[in-house]
């Protein structure tokens, strides 16, 4: 694609499917000179981009190409070219990716240069991913049915103009209009990665270009853009009228742009002219009756004109162009008013039923102007019944009388026309508007706009109105060429505009006048030989809109037709698109727009027999594909994905684990030539089938994370010979950000034997204390038995572990099933985690940037009962609550930093915790394991991330007082449901986790299951409580999605009297007076602790449903209005929630797209069902606690930011115009380098090992962040009392080093703190293994170089900074990099006191008090210290071989043992009679007297899926989760456990054994032996744990209302557990083959 220059080559895509199934993504940009390489991960479906030259960023598609085959496209599985990418997402168990193929060039140069191209040919691209989670067989099926959107022909982009907006616009191709962007959510993918130039953005509609003249001349070029809203998306049956964004179905922009092309270096004059077409705005429907002609056409009774007056808001914001024409300046008169005129097309006679829609939309703009919302703007309504006039006067003279009706309006609305100016040194002498910005080099001069817009509709804005569009756009394009010089008047084929004067028009001169030009000047004089005289203008100047005047007889025979035809094409071609998107069919009734064509009669019969055709094409696909056309297009615009993949992650896992990660320690194995362990981390050796030394009783394995992350779960790859028992039968994981101090995260957690290559997920949450797991009984709950009850409103017991987004370092210790049995096998090993956006933090991209805005904002936006408005669309201003504490920092809020340049203003003091020092005994620095773990301080203020706000002794007093006030004095009473829940609300806002609650009960003597709410309530009900609390969540996301759509164009959200929850506060009451409902009359003893005064108000509402006066206490919340309206006829038929055919119970709601219900007016709780309102208070604790959640999701990112950067987030200021440019920064950087690679930056290197940090210094993490973040003033340094510190550096990969820079710090060095510096080199961590490259003396060089003393701002002033290069020898290929950095000691001949120091001199002293300053206000200090400002690691990253890795002659010679077959095998135990009990959880098998002994026992992967909504949103951060740092499915995973038990010779029941389950597919075969084989004659399995977080595929959902329990179906253990034993087969016979497991 050419740029508008038309120097730089076409965009070129490349798909490249390796043979391992690894899909790659080459990209070169038209827009750049480089190319870029996106790698899929294979697990998760996540797009990964570093940026690094060499290894995702090369000079050519041909050199990406060869770096990933390794030069041999042998590798290559396929190969696919593209021209541009469309979208991506990665949808659970599979990813799509959207390339065009084909590209028409359909406006190949818009003035000021840029080309729009059509879409001709695209594909789809499906990408199968490892990732095991469940998922339903509705969302693979929605998967599939995306991929059959239809998209060639229909849509259309520019990658270097923003064509969002009409011509020109005034923002740049990245900042386009989200009404307009189809595939916002599918290119979000490369938004986040930092590469949003890399998926065009997606217009739906029509654009194409005719050039036109006369006589066989091209005089100029017309274009037709029609852009298609994506704010009411559907099909004609399913998307009419207006909807919840205030959106009409099939909404179009039309715009006519006309120009004169000229030679480069010209003014290009041009006009344009804008118009919509779109259904009625109001509320209406249509419901197809296959046994009728024509649908029943249906207006809503209940509020049939909510939002009509925010689409015409909409409308008029965007063409409003009064304030525009007083800037310009010019002719243009300044408008009072924005017109907006309505064409109605519709039939409005007697009988017809489209006269409900004619009635209806007169009272719809009454209504509007009546509201005086819209008081600049003047909506006109022009009732037209086009069929009738047709019927009755034929096709003219319907066309004649149309053009007399839109004369004025057209008029008055005028239209836009300016100039191109290539060079913007002329835009001094243009009179109008300037408009420039990056994506083009001139600019555009405009001197006049439009101001307003005509609206045309009929029925379905489909065939009448394209007609009646086309011929008001006719006379449009008249006006548009006689304004440019173009005449299209028949009689005058010869009157062209002179090659100067393209702003004027040369009219025809009457008879008897002579045009000719003075010989001296050459001026233009006219000589009328009638009078016979002259004058120097013009006898008869063109008239404007002269053909709106004429019949249609005389507009024919007086224009040149040609431009006329060619105008009518693009109209048809565009109508035919129209209709095909909104129909599925072409556009009827077109035979019109054919006219002017002389033999258009003779096509009248076949147009007729044309339309009968469409007709029934029509009448199948809408009543057949309808409703899956609308769930592609909900799907592709990322809406109601709750719905439509409510298990997918929405955010695909990071997999830090790989290319970057490694082990700290060879992995010891069979294989003499084996690479210790690295493919175990490599996903080209997925078939790997590693083999630990003979006879291992465990093996660990310690892997390095490429990059820090929350580790969330451990994925394995079950890799076995013959014999599955060689794979590990139970693994511990220990986490950390160093090697040492690892934390026990999970112990003991099994590992079922499965098929070969089986990839399981062990989900993983933080360490967890274990006072906390005992305190609440989390742990006890997993081992009662018939007492155990799962929770099935939430988890009133849920432990909280601790978030860590700088875990760097994961411990695998795998145990065997049969100790000393021989050797193990291990497959695969991946870490998967949550990453923050380092790359754009420091960068300052958008991601990064919004990030630290959402940190920032986190208090007030997370808050569910914030009364600031606009803070939740579905809160209101009026709540019970206040707000909740905000996050407390540990540091100053005083001091601000910028990311990159750093600049920081220093506070008088901030200390910081002196970690203690870390000794390191012995060689190997693994040797510590041998010992149990300890937890140690990290050095960095941090051994253990805190709570946001750590629970005060205050807080639990407060909570005893709430206690007691609601249990009474002598707490006798026992809570209900009700006031148990508003204690938890309390608790939640208290900031108090579980476990602190049941300390604090346990202080008084108060048993916390005791107000459990879970077991408050009978079985039966909490089943129907849970079921509409289901629903409710699901009506609430609808309701908040549609409300952020609708806000654009708006940029506002309904204010709502009533919050959505509405939960009245412990103590408080009805206010009385005029409240007529007093549906709370309770005592108000007291109030609550956390409520505000502001909430007894004494206002009143009107009930909506008894029309009786309502407080604000009496009032149910906003949900319930929702509740109130989902089950009724009228919401469901149109203007609710449901699609036709959609069950309301479950999850299988219905929730189309943009169609929720509207959330206006009020209910009293006395017209609210018990259910409803239970299910109110029950989502908000909900809330509650996912809010809890996101706060310490939100913590751990801070304080991450804090071990970084020093500061929390909210001093960081990322504002662009204070960072370092990051050209000059590069430049910097090479020459540092000279001209190598920086190989230890931050994110991709750090420590492996904490070091010793003074107070008040900056992080130690800060000495390896890129060069241009940080602040210039801070450094590192240790404590006084260190006289030796060892830095150990993991590089980002393993690299040839060929030095060391260290940066001084600003402080600069003395003779007493210039060290001794030596630096060791090697692979592995093992001391006794690594290479001394050399050794330094820095007084040498400060003796040589006075320029490393004293204060320095070089960095500041963009120069290179002072430093101290460290050259090896020879390039030293290594991985972990020791650098020891050691103080002289005083009074050794090294150190001269007299020579070395100037006492009295505060210049030539380092350590006086003004230039020796703690970095971040610390104390000043007058002893010595070891500082440094930065470390650069120099030398080129090795290339990694992307070919697989070969095991060498090694797996020949194991091969053998591998294929080797076990001595025993598994068979079936016969089973007597099995019986299912507690809603199918529970299965006992009763077995024969003369069963064998029971080694075990199968069982099959249940097809349960973990929804990811629970409850309504409580912010818009809530929805599609792209702004979800950490998912709640993740902070606190959902575990099952099955407990076996057996039937002892005592007849009790003993525990056998407890089994932690891993994620699998739906189906899988586990194994799980049991510890020793035992002989009974019952067995009972119960499954255990997080039961509750799981639900059903929405498709297969039972919705009786007879179910006691919401338990998902999917986990029954009907059929799917089975009893084995082992035993030789040849011992059985063949038949007992028949019985294998």
Request: net charge negative; hydrophobic share 35%; charged share 20%.
């Amino acid at each position: 694609m050419e740029s508008s220059a038309g120097t730089l080559s076409d965009t070129s895509i490349a798909v490249v499917i390796l043979d391992s199934s690894e899909v790659y993504i080459i990209a070169s940009l038209s827009t750049r000179t480089d190319t870029q390489v996106i790698y899929v991960d294979p697990t998760t479906g996540e797009l990964r981009y570093t940026a690094k030259q060499g290894y995702d960023v090369f000079n050519s598609q041909n050199e990406a190409l060869d770096y990933i085959t390794n030069g041999s496209k042998s590798l290559c599985k396929s190969i696919t070219p593209a021209r541009a990418i469309l979208g991506y997402a990665a949808l659970g168990s599979s990813a799509v990716l959207l390339v065009a193929t084909r590209l028409t060039a359909s406006i190949p140069n818009l003035p000021g240069g840029g080309c729009i191209y059509s879409v001709t040919e695209s594909q789809w691209i499906k990408v199968p991913l490892q990732n095991p989670q469940p998922q339903s067989k509705t969302e693979i099926k929605n998967i599939q049915e995306l991929t059959e959107l239809e998209i060639d022909g229909k849509h259309y982009f520019c990658e270097t103009r923003d064509i969002s907006r009409p011509f020109p616009s005034r923002m740049s191709v990245q900042n386009p209009d989200a009404e307009f962007v189809w595939n916002k959510w599918f290119s979000m993918p490369f938004r986040k990665i930092g590469l949003p130039q890399h998926c065009v953005i997606l217009l739906q509609g029509f654009a194409e270009c005719k050039t036109f003249g006369s006589l066989g001349q091209k005089e100029g070029t017309v274009a037709l853009i029609a852009r298609r809203s994506r704010l009411h998306p559907g099909t004609r049956y399913l998307a009419r009228g207006l909807n919840s964004c205030y959106s009409t179905g099939n909404e179009v922009e039309c715009e006519q742009l006309v120009w004169i092309p000229k030679n480069a270096g010209q003014s290009v004059p041009f006009n344009t002219y804008i118009w919509r077409r779109g259904t009625i705005p109001i509320w209406w429907g249509a419901e197809l009756k296959l046994t009728a002609a024509e649908a029943e056409i249906y207006v809503s009774d209940r509020d049939p004109y909510k939002g009509s007056a925010e689409y015409y808001q909409r409308l008029s914001e965007r063409y409003d162009a009064r304030n525009l024409d007083v800037a310009v300046g010019g002719n243009q008169k300044k408008s009072a008013l924005v017109p907006i005129v309505c064409v109605n097309l519709l039939r409005n006679a007697e009988g017809k039923s489209e006269s409900i829609l004619v009635q209806h939309f007169e009272e719809s703009l009454n209504y509007v102007r009546s509201i005086g919302k819209l008081p600049y703007t003047r909506i006109h309504l022009i009732n037209y019944d086009w069929h009738a006039s047709v019927k009755l006067k034929g096709e003219q003279q319907t066309v004649e009388g149309l053009w007399y009706l839109l004369k004025s309006p057209t008029v008055s609305i005028g239209i836009c026309e300016g100039d191109y100016l290539p060079s913007r040194e002329r835009i001094n002498n243009c009179k109008g508007e300037i408009i420039y910005n990056e994506d083009y080099d001139g600019a555009f001069c405009l001197r006049s706009h439009q101001n307003g817009v005509i609206r045309f509709n009929c029925a379905d804005s489909l065939d009448r109105t394209n007609a009646a569009s086309f011929f008001g756009a006719l006379q449009v394009f008249m006006e548009q060429c006689r304004r440019l010089g173009i005449s299209l008047d028949s009689d005058l084929a010869y009157g062209y505009q002179s090659p100067g004067n393209f702003a004027g028009y040369v009219a025809p001169l009457p008879p008897g006048w002579e045009k000719r030009s003075d010989a001296v000047t050459g001026k233009a004089y006219y000589i009328d030989h009638n009078t016979r005289t002259t004058t120097w203008n013009h006898p008869c100047p063109d008239k404007p809109w002269k053909r709106f005047d004429m019949t249609f007889e005389e507009f024919k025979r007086s224009t040149i037709l040609s431009p006329v035809s060619q105008l009518s094409d693009l109209f048809l071609v565009a109508g035919d698109t129209h209709a095909t998107l909104y129909t599925g069919s072409k556009a009827m009734h077109s035979q019109i727009l054919s006219i002017f064509n002389e033999e258009a009669g003779k096509f009248k019969q076949f147009s007729a027999a044309q339309n009968m055709k469409i007709t029934l094409q029509r009448r199948y696909k809408n009543a057949v594909v309808d409703s899956s056309r609308q769930k592609q297009l909900e799907i592709f615009l990322g809406l109601r994905h709750f719905k439509h993949f409510p298990s997918a992650m929405i955010n695909p896992l990071h997999v830090p684990s790989r290319p970057f990660g490694c082990f700290l320690k060879p992995v010891p194995s069979m294989f003499t030539s084996s690479d210790g362990g690295a493919s175990l981390l490599s996903f080209k050796r997925k078939d790997l089938i590693w083999v630990s030394a003979q006879a291992a009783d465990v093996v660990e394995l310690f892997i390095y994370l490429g990059e820090p992350c929350h580790v969330c779960q451990l994925l394995l790859t079950v890799a076995h010979g013959a014999d599955d028992t060689t794979f590990p039968s139970t693994v511990d994981v220990r986490t950390g950000r160093y090697l040492d101090g690892l934390k026990l995260v999970l112990e003991g957690a099994s590992i079922p034997q499965c098929a070969n290559g089986t990839n399981i997920i062990i989900p993983l949450t933080g360490p967890i204390s274990p006072e906390d797991m005992a305190v609440t009984g989390a742990g006890a709950g997993l081992h009662a038995q018939e007492s155990s009850s799962p929770s099935m409103l939430y988890d009133f017991e849920e432990v909280e572990g601790e978030l860590d987004f700088l875990t760097r370092v994961v411990a695998l210790t795998f145990y065997p099933a049969v100790p000393g049995r021989g050797p193990m096998t291990l497959g695969e090993v991946e870490i998967l985690g949550v990453s923050l956006p380092w790359k754009s933090i420091f960068s300052n991209e958008d991601t990064g940037a919004s990030f630290i805005k959402r940190l920032n904002g986190h208090s007030k936006d997370m808050d569910p009962f914030h009364t600031e408005k606009n803070s939740n669309p579905l809160a209101g201003a009026i709540t019970s609550y206040r707000e909740p504490a905000s996050i407390n920092s540990v540091s100053s809020a005083n001091s601000l930093v910028d990311l990159l340049t750093g600049e920081v203003a220093l506070p008088n003091s901030i200390s910081q915790t002196v970690a203690e020092t870390v000794v390191h005994e012995g060689s190997d620095l693994l040797s510590f394991l041998d010992d149990v773990a300890q937890p140690v301080s990290d050095g960095n203020n941090c051994s253990k991330i805190v709570s946001p706000q750590e629970p005060t002794d205050d807080g639990s007093r407060q909570y005893i007082r709430l206690f007691k006030l609601l249990a009474g004095p002598h707490w006798e009473r026992r809570l209900d449901f009700m006031e148990a829940m508003k204690l938890e609300i309390e608790r939640l806002r208290l900031n108090l986790s579980a476990a602190e609650r049941d300390r604090t009960l346990l202080s008084i003597g108060i048993d916390p299951a005791s107000i459990n709410p879970n077991m408050l309530l009978e079985d039966s009900y909490l089943g129907q409580l849970c079921r509409v609390a289901s629903v409710l969540a699901l009506l609430g996301h609808a309701s908040v999605e549609d409300k952020i759509n609708a806000s654009i164009g708006l940029g506002t959200f309904d204010k709502n009297i009533v919050d959505f929850w509405n939960v009245t506060a412990i103590g408080e009451s009805c206010s009385g007076g005029a409240c007529q409902v007093r549906a709370e009359t309770g005592p108000a003893a007291g109030a609550s602790m956390t409520s505000s005064p502001s909430t007894t108000s004494g206002s009143t509402f009107v009930c909506s449903e008894c029309g009786r006066r309502v407080c604000i206490v009496c009032s149910a919340g906003q949900g319930a209005l929702l509740l109130a309206t989902y089950n009724s006829k009228e919401i469901s038929g149109y203007n609710g929630i449901t699609n036709q055919g959609g069950s309301v119970r479950g999850y299988s709601a219905d929730t189309s797209s943009n169609r929720s219900a509207p959330l206006d007016g009020i209910i009293c709780k006395l017209c609210c069902n018990e259910v409803v309102l239970d299910a109110l208070i029950l989502d908000c604790v909900r809330v509650l606690v996912s809010q809890r959640r996101r706060t310490r999701a939100d913590a751990a990112a801070e304080n991450a930011l804090n071990l970084v950067f020093g500061l929390p987030s909210k001093n960081l200021i990322p504002e662009r115009d204070q960072f370092v440019k990051i050209q000059a920064t590069a430049k910097i950087l090479e020459k540092l380098t000279d001209g190598d690679e920086s190989l230890a930056e931050f994110p991709f290197a750090s420590f492996l090992l904490p070091v010793e940090t003074a107070a008040g210094s900056a992080p130690l993490l800060s000495l390896v962040t890129p060069l241009n973040s940080g602040s210039q003033e801070s450094y590192w340094r240790a404590p006084t009392s260190v006289s030796s510190v060892e830095f150990v550096i993991v590089l980002s990969d393993i690299s040839d080093v060929s030095g060391v820079v260290l940066l001084v710090s600003p402080c600069g060095y003395s003779m007493s703190d210039a060290p001794t510096v030596q630096i060791w080199a090697s692979n592995k961590v093992d001391k006794e293994e690594r290479s001394c490259t050399g050794k330094w003396d820095m007084q040498s060089l400060l003796r040589s170089s006075s320029d490393l003393c004293g204060p320095d701002k070089s960095f500041k002033d963009g120069k290179v900074p002072r430093h101290v290069k460290f050259t090896f020898k020879n390039p030293v290929r290594c991985r972990i990099i020791w650098i020891t950095l050691r103080l002289p000691r005083l009074g050794s001949n090294s150190v001269n006191l007299g020579r070395d120091f100037s006492l009295l001199s505060m210049d030539e002293n380092p350590f006086a008090q003004p230039s020796r300053r703690a970095s971040f206000g610390g104390e000043f200090d007058s002893d010595p210290c070891i500082h440094a400002k930065r470390f650069l690691v120099v030398g080129r990253m090795v290339r990694r071989e992307i070919g697989a890795s070969q095991q060498g002659s090694d797996q020949v010679n194991v091969r053998n043992w591998l294929e080797r077959s076990p001595q025993l095998n598994r068979f079936k135990v016969p089973i007597e009679v099995e019986r299912l009990i507690d809603n199918d959880l529970v299965l006992e098998q009763f077995l024969s007297p003369a069963s064998p002994m029971l080694a075990g026992f199968r069982l099959d992967g249940f097809s349960a899926i973990k929804h990811r909504v629970n409850h309504s949103p409580s912010t818009d951060l809530d929805i599609g989760g792209m702004n979800c740092l950490l998912e709640e499915r993740l902070t606190s995973p959902a575990v099952l456990y099955i407990q076996v038990s057996a039937l002892q010779e005592s007849h009790n029941m003993v525990t056998v054994a407890e089994y932690r389950l891993p994620e699998t597919k739906p189906g899988t075969a586990m194994y799980f032996d049991f510890p020793r084989q035992i002989s009974t004659r019952r067995v009972t399995f119960r499954l255990l744990g997080d039961i509750a977080a799981f639900s059903d595929d929405p498709s297969e959902q039972d919705d009786s209302e007879y179910r006691a329990h919401p338990w998902a179906t999917g986990l029954s253990m009907a059929n799917k557990i089975k009893l084995y034993y082992y035993a030789d087969p040849y011992d059985l016979g063949k038949w007992a083959s028949l019985s294998a497991v």
